[in-house]
């Protein structure tokens, strides 16, 4: 069985469609991030406290908001109904995250549940343990250095990455795989800021699966340019690419479907906590067959094309 | 060598499988045969996120740890440290010592006077003082590990982080609870004499009178309005809130959060109107401990406290205490104690919880018997003896317990704690009575506790969505590549058998993250048999023979498969290197997932692929 028969598609004719496409979806997410003040980070990285529990029948947010807008603890008041409180996985489960109070009680997060609890008389578990799906606080120390890591990371790994390229193929080629790279991880950043989803560490990671799931696609077409560019010389630079790219486009297409079936299916089935990670995927799967079509090779073609005049 | 491997990854996963199938009555047979263990250090563990558990991580308070090591505290060394605790405050990412140095030279602290013992220059002290804490954060893991293993939690994971900090993770602990009071609590046990109801009287008359010339707290008197009151309140009590009282922004109107004071009373004696008369103790109704918390912090209160030489504790806990009018009202009791301690915990020598014995006044309640060592009774048969008639209270961790009245003479050193809410606390307490108290408090910075009914939920929407995905790239595969799909689909099972067995005898363990990385693993795995099946196909396009397009196809694939697949192991060190707890996992899995679907794609079925194409008259290649 075959799904793609041989194709002379000429991707390098739309790569100026493909460029304002891109820059569209770019700007949508870069203005959002602009106007809701950068991403929405997760306590992992603000600090602050997350509860989740679990009622024994479905719960309305709004009781649950007004019950949280009186939270006494040891004699002092708190207003928590403005905070963030939502279903969490079903209807029946309820999430509030709480961000950091210089001055908080004692075993704050607890106290949170244990008003959760008492609010809602007969609609808890008896047993508080099963009451409490989970919870969590992280203060501002570890918060800073989670950031701080965090970019860190992103920033060694493509580093290292660009070193590989250069090393393996040319300078050019790792200019156009980190750009593409670069046009996926802001891609995806700007789709979760227009969706209103957080960035936990979780996330993270997934940008740096995206990040190496983008760069094999990549490079699977590089690796096609550099053996044709020793093939044939006398062939246009951007038809040979163009050649290229058509010659691994059934192997782009394959891989990139089953990659997308299973983070589907992680995104369907995975559960509540695993569910952002796989849409970060989801997208990232994407977005990364696209740019190693049409970003990365486009940007090595322009260089080579100004590199030759 | 592939049937070598193969044996091996069976080998290496067998025990998980095992110890998966075993009940709970099976395992605990095993554990008295002394098998378990030996299974339990070859299986695949499941992380926190799946199992349910709790992670938290501790910092050792600094400041604090200086303040007690520190001798003649005088105003200049204790405003330099609380002003480095806010500095800490406001920049939580600084150095505690690089602070401790700017400010002391800022307040021309001379350091040698507070630590004569640690070296002459300041310098010299501060370095001194670095490999204090470095002792005292050992000290505090050591006895984190001795009251972890006394509280019986199966395989927890204690250890240190950096110069300050220690990690706790106890997988499938049930009762965080419990578990996080016995990690946090200091276990400061102090014995302290409480001041006489006189001076008390008179030190509270004169905090009245500090505070009655405050504007802010006058001037809150005016402003609540009779409009506020709580109509089911008795008329007389009038609700002040705290937020008022204190000039902060955030409005809590309801009155049931408010102060209750006596309207009467209050401006005359704003502080004494927050509290209750208790006979020989006096009540902070549970509303009102914050206010009080607040107004004993003040320096006016603070002044007035040092002149008598003492200071303020609360009780334990809070409990109800019948009012004039029948109603009970929970109420907190508070203690006016000598500043010094005249005995501390390091003379515990053994500390049992029980219930106390028939006939005493603590018949049937859970309490915690202690005994002191030689040093220890001594000095206790001292105190006892010199103050008799007067009240001693047992404080641990700065909370009173109870304070008794001393009736004789206690000598031979035992004496008992009570005041648990429940035989478990008792338990714990002695626990921490017996590991010792920690060289210094800890604070809790970060804290994660997964329910296990959520953790039994992620284990099974992952192995649903593991079970779906492959299935569907499995059935995908086949039907796309006929019998060399089929090839790749047993490299792909067999793949997936070999990062468990690795995973296995790494001891790894296994969280949702993991098992996002395995699903990944099963989409990078296939990708290389597409590359080389794609190439196969070319070059049979191309009219070359089965076997040498085979051959062929591998060989130009090689480099491809290499080069694509070393940048996501690139990502995957980085992420190993940069992770905490679930990343590692996700990058451990993605890590050993890529290195061996490359080994599998390039060795395993190419020796299958030429077993097939070179025997004789094969012709045709179904692929």
Known sequence: ?????????????????????????????????????????????????????????????????????????????????????????????????????????????QKIADHLYDSFPGRVPDNKTDFILGKGSVGPKIGAELSGKAVMAIISALGLILLYISIRFEFRFALGAIAALAH?????????????????????????????????????????????????????????????????????????????????????????????????????????????????????????????? | MIGL??????????PTFQYQGLSDAEKEMLREEGKLEEIESRTIKQGLDLKGGMYIVLEVDLPTLMETLAENKDGKFNRSITSVRDQLKRTPEANFFTLFTSTSGENNLKLSRYYYDYGSSNSDIIVALEDEAEDAI????????????????????????????????????????????????????????????????????????????????????????????NDSQESDDQTVSVSELFGETEDSEASSDSAVVDENIFAERPFSAMLRNLGQTIGVPEKNVYAVKKILERAEVQEKLATVGGKFLFSHKAEEYPLVDGTLETMYSLFLVEDAAELTGGVVEEAKANLGPQGSTSAG??????????????????????????????????????????????????????GFADINEA??????????????????????????????????????????????????????????????????????????????????????????????????????????????REELRKGKTPKAAVSSGYDRALTTIIDANMTTVIAALVLWQFGTGPIKGFATVLFWGILISMFTAIFVTRTIFNSFTSRKGFTKLSI
Do not use: C
């Open chain 1, 1 to 109: 069985m075959r799904i793609i028969k041989e194709t002379n598609i000429n991707f390098m004719g739309q790569r100026k469609l493909a460029a304002i496409l891109s820059a569209f979806v770019i700007l949508a997410g870069v203005i959002s991030l602009v106007i809701n003040g950068g991403p929405k980070l997760s306590i992992d990285f603000k600090g602050g406290t997350l509860v989740s529990v679990q009622y024994t029948e479905p719960m309305d947010v709004t009781a649950v908001r007004s019950a949280m807008g009186n939270v006494n603890i040891d004699g002092q008041s708190f207003d928590f109904s403005r905070e963030e409180i939502k279903h969490f996985g079903g209807p029946d489960a309820v999430s509030v995250r709480v961000p950091h109070i210089d001055d908080a009680p004692e075993n704050f997060a």
């Open chain 2, 138 to 229: 050992n000290r505090v893991l050591e006895i984190l590990v001795n009251r972890v293993d006394q509280f019986g939690v199966a395989e927890p994971t204690i250890q240190k982080q950096g110069d300050q900090r220690i990690i706790v993770e106890l997988a499938g602990v049930q009762d965080s609870e419990r578990a996080r009071t016995l990690l946090e609590s200091t276990a400061l046990l102090e014995f302290f004499i409480v001041k006489d109801i006189n001076t008390t009287n008179q030190l509270m008359i004169r905090i009245d009178q500090v505070l009655k010339g405050d504007t802010s707290i006058s001037a809150v008197t005016k402003t609540a309005s009779k409009d506020q009151l």
């Open chain 1, 184 to 309: 996926d991880v802001l891609i995806t950043l700007g789709i979760f800021s227009l969706l209103g989803f957080e960035i936990s560490l979780p996330i993270i990671a997934a940008f740096l699966t995206i990040v190496g799931y983008s760069l094999n696609d990549t490079i699977v077409i590089f690796d096609r340019i550099r053996e044709n560019v020793k093939a044939s010389k006398r062939e246009a630079y951007h038809t040979m690419v163009n050649h290229s790219i058509n010659d691994s486009l059934s192997r782009t297409i394959i891989t990139s479907l089953t990659t997308f079936f299973v983070v589907l299916v992680l995104w369907l089935f995975g559960g509540e906590v695993i569910h952002n990670f796989a849409l970060a995927m989801i997208i990232g799967v994407i977005v990364g067959t696209y740019s190693s079509i049409y970003v990365a090779s486009p940007i090595v073609v322009h260089l080579h094309e100004t590199a030759s005049k």
């Open chain 2, 365 to 418: 309640q859970p309490i915690v018997n202690l005994t002191m060592n030689s040093d220890g009774a001594r000095k206790w048969s001292i105190v006892t003896g010199s103050n008799v008639g007067r009240q001693v209270a047992l404080v641990l961790d700065k909370k009173v317990h109870m304070a008794p009245n001393i009736r004789e003479k206690i000598s031979g050193g035992s004496t008992l704690i009570e």
């Open chain 2, 5 to 14: 491997v193969l044996m091996w990854a069976i080998w290496a996963i067998w």
């Open chain 2, 427 to 536: 338990k714990d307490i002695a626990i921490v009575l017996r590991a010792g108290a920690l060289p210094a408090p800890v604070d809790i910075i970060q804290e994660k506790v997964i329910g296990p009914s959520l953790g039994a939920d992620s284990v099974r929407s992952g192995t649903l969505s593991v079970i779906i995905g492959l299935g569907i790239v499995l059935v995908f595969m086949l039907i796309y590549y006929r019998f060399a799909g089929l090839i790749a689909d047993f490299a792909l099972i067999w793949n997936i058998v070999l990062v468990l067995a690795v995973l296995a005898s790494l001891q790894a363990t296994l969280t949702l993250p993991g098992i996002a990385g395995l699903i990944l693993t099963v989409g990078m795995s296939i990708d290389a048999n597409v590359i080389i099946f794609e190439r196969i």
